[in-house]
C-alpha cells in the first residue's frame, strides 16, 4: 500500500482545494515519530483559504474519517499528523519487497529525461590527484541515483586534453625526456619532465615561446607534434582507466576539451554576430559588468581559445547531441565564478535553456589529516597511493578480525575503495574534507566498512537460517517491537531518500540514510533472538533481514561501492 497516496486522496476529498497529487508533492515524513508517520502541513493553504494555518488543520481533519491503516490523526500548529497502524507499516514494506525485491527503491519519475553529467575530467599528463577522487565519486553516484529514477543518463569525461601544457611537454619530452621511462613510469615520468620545464623556463624564458610554437603546431594538424600529444594522451588514459576500473566506474563519452577544437569557430563567430564580444587589451571578451562578474574571456590576443570557449562549444554541442534536461557539471567550488560567466554568456546568446537547465555541482577541498597518509611524491598526493593505502590497511584489519575469510584480498579491496568512497560523501558536498584512513576505516563509527559490516551480517543470518527469499504467506503481526518497526521503515524510506538526493544533487542523503537503515538494524539484531524464534516469527523476521540486506546493497551499489556477503 502506498500511504502518501491513500493519504493524499484522502485529503482532496476535502476542501482544502488542491489535487491528490499536489498533495502528495506536500505530505512530509517527520524526523521524530512522535509526529506521526507522516505529516500534511497546512501554511500555503492560507492564501487560497483565508485563514490562520492552525484552524485550516483543524477544519481539514474534522472532515476525515479514519481509515484502517491509520491509527490515529493528530493536529500540532499547522500540521495535520498521520499515525499509520504499525502491522499495516510492516506489511506494506515487506511485501513490497517480497514483491519487487530491490526494485522497490526506485521510480520512472524521471521518464527517460536526458541528463548530461560531466564528471572526473583529469588533465591529461598531469596526475590524478585527490582533487578529480572527489569529482569522480560524487560524478559516478548521482550517475546512479537519477539512473534509480528512470532518467536516461549519459556520463561524460571532459578530458584536459588540449592547451599549453601540451607545448611545454613537447619541448619538456625533446630536451629531457626518455621513451622508456615514459612508458615505465607514466605519468609520473611525465609530470617530472613538465615540473622540471616550469624550474628551468624561470631563467630561460624562451622555453615558453618554444612551447607555443609547438601548440601552434599542433593546431595546424603538424604530423610529429600530434603523435607526440596522442602518445601523451594514451599513456594519461592507461593510467586512469587503472584508477576507474578499480572504482567500477565507466563513462558514456570521453569527448574532452580537443574534440571542440574544430566546433569553437563556430560558437566564437556566433558571440560576434550577436554583438557580444568586445575587444580589451587585445583579447576577445564577453563584458559582463552588468551581472557583477569579470568579462569571460573568449580568445587570447593570439587568437587561442579558452576554457570557457571550450565549455561554451561543448555546452551547445551536448544540447543538441543529447537533448539534455539538465547537465550537470561537477567540480571544485573554486570554479564557481567560471561556470556562473559562461552559463551567463550562453543566456545572453539566447539559449534560454542555460539558466535552468546548467547546474554547477561544486564541492570542497580535500586536505591530509594526521592520519597517517604518506606522500610519495612530494607534495602530490596520487589518488592511486590513498586507494593502496586504504586497501593495505583494510586488508590488517581484516586479517585480525577474521583470519580465516576466503578471498581475502578481493574484500580488502572492496572495503579498503568503499571506506574512501564513502567518507568522500558522508557529509554535504561543499564541507572540505580530511583525509583520515583512520577515520574512514574505522569498523565502528559511521563508515563504509560500518555499513558494508552490517550487510555481511545481515547476509550471514540468511545463510544460517537457509532462508531461501520465498516467503509468500507471512504473518506480519508477529513483527511489533519497535525496534522492528524501526527498521522496516527505515528500509521503506530508502525510496524516497533517493529522490531527495536527486532533487539536492547530494549523495549524502543516501550515506546517511545507510548509517540509519544500520543502525536500526543492529537495534533490531540484538533485541530479536531471530534464530531461536519460532517458526513463523522466524519467517518473518527473516523477510525483514532480507529487505534491509537489500536496501543496503542497493544504497551502497548508489554510491558506487562493494558489498561483499562477508567479512
Ligand atoms: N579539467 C578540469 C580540471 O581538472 C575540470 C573540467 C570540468 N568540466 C568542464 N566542463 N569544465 O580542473
New binding site residues.
Given amino acids: 500500500m502506498d500511504f502518501v497516496k491513500e493519504i493524499a486522496e484522502m485529503l482532496a476529498k476535502t476542501n482544502a482545494g488542491l489535487t491528490a497529487e499536489e498533495i502528495s508533492g506536500m505530505i512530509e515524513t517527520p524526523a521524530d515519530t512522535k509526529n506521526g508517520d507522516y505529516a500534511f502541513p497546512c501554511f500555503r493553504l492560507a492564501k487560497t483559504l483565508r485563514k490562520a494555518p492552525p484552524l485550516i488543520a483543524q477544519d481539514i481533519a474534522s472532515q476525515l474519517e479514519k481509515p484502517d491503516f491509520v491509527s490515529d490523526i493528530q493536529v500540532v500548529n499547522a500540521y495535520i499528523n498521520f499515525y499509520v497502524n504499525k502491522t499495516d507499516t510492516v506489511k506494506s514494506i515487506i511485501s513490497q519487497f517480497v514483491e519487487n525485491g530491490a526494485a522497490m527503491f526506485k521510480s520512472s519519475i524521471g521518464s527517460e529525461k536526458v541528463i548530461c553529467i560531466?564528471y572526473s575530467?583529469?588533465?591529461i599528463a598531469k596526475p590524478f590527484h585527490v582533487g578529480h577522487l572527489r569529482s569522480t565519486v560524487i560524478g559516478n553516484s548521482l550517475k546512479n541515483i537519477y539512473t534509480a529514477l528512470g532518467y536516461k543518463v549519459v556520463g561524460i569525461n571532459?578530458l584536459?586534453d588540449w592547451g599549453t601544457q601540451f607545448g611545454k611537454l613537447i619541448v619538456a619530452y625533446k630536451l629531457w625526456g626518455d621513451k622508456e621511462a615514459v612508458e615505465r613510469d607514466d605519468i609520473k615520468e611525465l609530470s617530472r619532465i613538465y615540473v622540471k620545464f616550469h624550474q628551468e623556463a624561470e631563467n630561460k624564458p624562451e622555453l615558453n615561446d618554444e612551447a607555443r610554437s609547438w601548440l601552434v603546431k599542433m593546431q595546424e594538424g603538424d604530423k610529429e607534434a600530434l603523435e607526440l600529444w596522442q602518445w601523451f594522451c594514451d599513456i594519461s588514459m592507461k593510467e586512469f582507466n587503472r584508477i576507474y576500473d578499480r572504482l567500477g566506474i565507466t563513462f558514456d563519452s570521453y569527448a574532452g576539451e580537443s574534440f571542440y577544437n574544430d566546433k569553437m569557430q563556430a560558437a566564437v563567430e556566433e558571440i560576434r554576430e550577436k554583438g557580444l564580444l568586445t575587444t580589451s587589451e587585445g583579447a576577445q571578451i564577453v563584458d559582463l559588468e552588468a551581472y557583477n562578474m569579470p568579462p569571460c574571456l573568449i580568445l587570447r590576443s593570439d587568437g587561442g581559445t579558452l576554457y570557457p570557449t571550450r565549455?561554451i562549444s561543448?555546452a551547445i554541442y551536448r544540447k543538441k547531441t543529447y537533448d539534455f534536461y539538465k547537465c550537470l557539471?561537477v567540480?571544485a567550488l573554486d570554479q564557481n565564478l567560471h561556470f556562473a560567466q559562461w552559463f551567463k554568456v550562453l543566456e545572453l546568446m539566447g539559449y534560454s535553456w542555460a539558466a535552468d537547465s546548467l547546474v554547477h555541482i561544486p564541492f570542497g577541498l580535500v586536505s591530509l589529516g594526521d592520519g597517517k597518509l604518506s606522500t610519495r611524491q612530494g607534495h602530490v598526493v596520487l589518488m592511486e597511493d590513498i586507494l593502496n593505502q586504504a586497501v593495505e590497511k583494510a586488508l590488517h584489519i581484516i586479517e585480525e578480525k577474521n583470519p580465516d575469510l576466503a578471498d581475502k584480498e578481493k574484500v580488502a579491496e572492496d572495503v579498503g575503495i568503499g571506506a574512501v568512497i564513502f567518507d568522500d560523501m558522508f557529509n554535504t558536498r561543499i564541507k572540505n574534507i580530511v583525509l583520515d584512513l583512520d577515520r574512514m576505516l574505522n569498523f565502528d563509527g559511521e563508515t563504509g566498512p560500518y555499513v558494508q559490516y552490517t550487510h555481511a551480517r545481515a547476509c550471514s543470518i540468511l545463510k544460517r537460517a537457509q532462508y531461501n527469499g520465498v516467503s509468500s504467506d507471512i504473518d506480519y503481526s508477529l513483527i511489533s517491537d519497535e525496534a522492528s518497526i524501526a527498521l522496516a521503515k527505515a528500509v521503506g524510506d530508502m525510496g524516497a531518500k533517493v529522490k531527495e538526493a536527486a532533487d539536492k544533487n547530494e549523495p549524502y542523503i543516501i550515506s546517511r540514510q545507510l548509517i540509519e537503515i544500520c543502525k536500526q538494524f543492529n537495534r533490531f539484531y540484538n533485541t530479536n533472538n531471530i534464530m531461536q524464534s519460532e517458526d513463523k516469527q522466524k519467517q518473518a523476521r527473516l523477510a525483514l533481514v532480507d529487505a534491509a540486506a537489500a536496501a543496503i546493497r542497493f544504497g551502497l551499489a548508489l554510491l558506487g561501492i562493494n558489498a561483499p556477503e562477508s567479512m
Avoid: C, R, V
Fill in positions: 560531466d575530467s583529469p588533465n571532459h584536459g565549455d561543448a557539471y567540480t
